[in-house]
């Protein structure tokens, strides 16, 4: 195993890792509950909460991936940044 020191992730990457985490699973749950409930009442799907239930699956995903992707970018920064500082 390797003994070197590497930096922690900044309070800034740890929420934004829970951020991420969080609206991806919502996002998850609301697309099971939203098959669940259209395979025993379509038209129910349409109509009040189940609407709003359906547009977090919508929209949710792909801001989770979104925010999977910065949060990946900005480890490569801080890892690459370490790396040079641990050269010179």
Known sequence: ???EDHST???FER???YVTITIIVAALGSYFATLIVGMNDR???AEGLWA???GISLYALPVGFVLLILLLIL???RRSRDARQGKS
């Open 9 to 11: 992730p900044s309070r």
């Open 52 to 54: 709003w239930v359906f």
């Open 75 to 77: 480890a490569q920064r």
């Open 15 to 17: 929420v934004l890792a």
């Open 43 to 45: 038209e129910a799907v």
């Open 1 to 3: 195993m390797s003994t």
